[in-house]
């Protein structure tokens, strides 16, 4: 990618005449937790949980030729989005981010620049990143191993092909489903969602713990894309 370059749902910056102006201050995502004082002890006690808050991230675009107001409006458009959305800058591009946009983007005319229209916008961050790698989906016949190279569970999308009764195996973990339709199932834990509802047994999602992960199944074969994550820096 080039400097300043940027994709944003699926779009290229370049392709609005569009950069981000400088690289941004980043903050790295926390983890949450919560504070207890107690009568008996000096200070705060810190219980800290396995989750981490959503982390801020401003960017100051810029123009590469002075815009037509269609493309302020475009750019405007771009930005129009629900929920989040996938974020890919120049300075990590190999990772994909989650991001929301909380605000509507500003426009500045600049008269001292060349490019003579600024936009700022600020994003809502999922804590979690994802290596461009684990967003590709395999095939494999009835097992698997998968090596999460990260220290963050990953949460896979698996469709599991054939159909009645099944059973996928990771590790020691067994999830069952019953009267899965022709077709398949998929499930996807990143998304809390599966196609056939119907057919499983149980809340529990597949996770794909840190380091070797040894996957079957008792359908004709499956798929996988695992979403490796690393934490937001």
Do not use: C
């Not at 458009?77 to 946009?101: C, R, S």
């Amino acid at each position: 990618m080039k400097p300043g370059q940027f994709f944003f749902a699926g779009r290229d910056s370049l392709d609005l005449g569009l950069m981000i102006q400088h690289r941004p201050l980043r903050q790295a995502a926390s983890r949450n937790f919560s504070t207890v004082s107690a009568s008996n002890r000096s200070g705060l006690t810190y219980r800290y949980r396995d989750t981490f808050a959503n982390t801020k991230l401003s960017l100051d675009l810029v123009f590469l030729q002075p815009p037509s107001k269609s493309q302020v409006d475009d750019v405007a458009d771009l930005f129009d989005v629900k929920g989040y959305v996938d974020f890919t800058p120049y300075w990590d591009e190999h990772f994909t981010y989650k991001v929301a946009v909380e605000l509507a983007p500003e426009f500045t005319n600049t008269r001292e620049m060349v490019r003579a229209v600024t936009s700022k916008l600020d994003l809502s961050v999922y804590p979690y990143k994802y290596i461009d790698f684990g967003l590709v989906s395999s095939s494999f016949g009835k097992s698997a191993t998968l090596t999460n190279p990260f220290r963050y569970p990953a949460l896979p999308v698996i469709t599991l092909q054939g159909s009645g009764d099944m059973t996928l195996t990771i590790n020691s973990q067994v999830f069952s489903f019953v009267g899965v339709k022709p077709g398949g199932i998929l499930i996807d834990s990143d998304e809390i969602s599966t196609n056939q509802p119907a057919a499983m047994v149980g809340l529990d999602y597949p996770v794909l713990q840190p380091g070797i992960n040894t996957i079957s199944t008792t359908g004709t074969g499956m798929a996988i894309k695992p979403n490796y994550v690393r934490k937001v820096t």
